[in-house]
């Protein structure tokens, strides 16, 4: 497996913004202003009605050193993070916000006051033999046999293979459902080219860590037949 591009590196940090404020003492226009100074934001919130947590308030295309931050957003109940490098980067760079923010606005945060944190890894990747056409033999029995048939109805051979694996959980387990595990074949890319787009809920070197498990095992699957 070669890895091509790291597309979204998200985390999200379940943390209530009132405690961080508890008693209201940060003025949002000075804030604002500091991250801008201090990430160097191109877009940013100027108008009183962008300042609404409940609806997000919104910074884009900024950067810590090297690591350049696509997105940050707040919320009244959580803080979204986004780089295109990993979600470690964008969780440490998130959580150095915090340190930074307790140091110049005397925010009330410490270290392990976010209990909860949640991920999202969008990558793409290549590998050289047709990953998903490859998975079982039930499915690429079911891919020629539909490949036959079509043939046979229409005239015309187009070979058929399997285009996409989600891997989710019971959506009605938990009150807010976690992001499918999924890896389809990237979209505008031909077949030959075997390249793949993959999402998971996860950080993102574990989200890479089990792609190179899962064609290890398809590649050891295809030996042993």
Do not use: C
Not at 189 to 195: E, G, H, L, Q, V
């Amino acid at each position: 497996m070669q890895l091509s591009a790291v597309l979204l590196a998200r985390v999200v940090a379940f943390i209530e913004t009132f405690d961080l404020t508890p008693r209201g003492g940060v003025y949002y226009p000075d804030l604002v202003e500091a991250l801008v100074r201090r990430y160097g934001f191109q877009k940013f919130p100027q108008r009183i009605e962008e300042f609404d947590e409940t609806k997000g308030v919104e910074f884009l295309t900024g950067r810590d050193g090297d690591k350049v931050i696509e997105r940050f957003v707040i919320w009244n109940t959580l803080l979204l993070l986004e780089t295109r490098s990993s979600t470690d980067d964008s969780k440490d760079i998130l959580e150095r916000a915090l340190s930074w923010g307790e140091k110049e606005f005397r925010l009330a945060y410490r270290p392990g006051m976010v209990k909860r944190w949640a991920y999202v890894s969008n990558i793409t990747f290549e590998t050289d033999f047709p990953l998903l056409a490859s998975v079982s033999g039930p499915l690429r029995k079911l891919s020629l046999g539909t490949t036959n048939a079509l043939a046979e109805a229409i005239g015309e051979r187009l070979d058929y293979e399997p285009t996409v694996i989600t891997l989710t959980h019971d959506q009605l387990a938990r009150k807010y459902g976690l992001a499918g595990f999924t890896i389809q074949r990237r979209v505008d890319a031909p077949f030959s080219d075997n390249k793949y787009f993959s999402e998971a809920p996860l950080p993102t070197q574990t989200h890479i860590h089990l792609l190179e498990a899962f064609e290890a095992d398809v590649r050891s699957a295809l030996a042993a037949q």
